[in-house]
């Protein structure tokens, strides 16, 4: 399996930008479809973006697209997130996943294999 482990976050005033990264180890990171979850207390998880094995395709969440940013470098065995114009709402655990399935097959089930343990991020006012 691949192990995933995610950092970057932190406190941040409303506004402001934040990155988080996802290395990756254990297997071959490029064969693995990429996305970001979150979750804030009391809410159920939810998808906020993923990006294909080669990078080539990205997929968000409606009401995040336009903000956030999905990349990843497959040299470095990483993926990011790049968060701007935060709002308070964006408070959440950031969670990493990774399936080996195309980006298509993955979004459609909203499925992933892979976890880790997520990063905390929170927007103050």
């Known amino acids: 399996q691949v192990q995933l482990v995610e950092s970057g976050g932190g406190l941040v005033q409303t506004g402001g930008s934040l990155r988080l990264s996802c290395a990756a180890s254990?297997?071959?990171?490029?064969?693995?479809?990429m996305g970001w979850f979150r979750q804030a207390p009391g809410k159920e998880r939810e998808f906020v973006a993923a990006i294909s094995r080669g990078g080539g395709s990205t997929t968000y969440a409606d009401s995040l697209k336009g903000r956030f940013t999905i990349s990843r470098d497959n040299a470095k065995d990483t993926v990011y997130l790049q968060m701007n114009s935060l709002k308070p709402e964006d408070s959440a655990v950031y969670y990493c996943?990774?399936?080996?399935?195309?980006?298509?097959?993955?979004?459609?089930?909203?499925?992933?294999?892979?976890w880790g343990q997520g990063t905390q991020v929170t927007v103050s006012s």
């Open positions: 254990g297997r071959t990171f490029s064969s693995y479809t």
């Open positions: 996943a990774a399936d080996q399935r195309p980006i298509k097959v993955v979004v459609t089930t909203i499925a992933f294999a892979y």
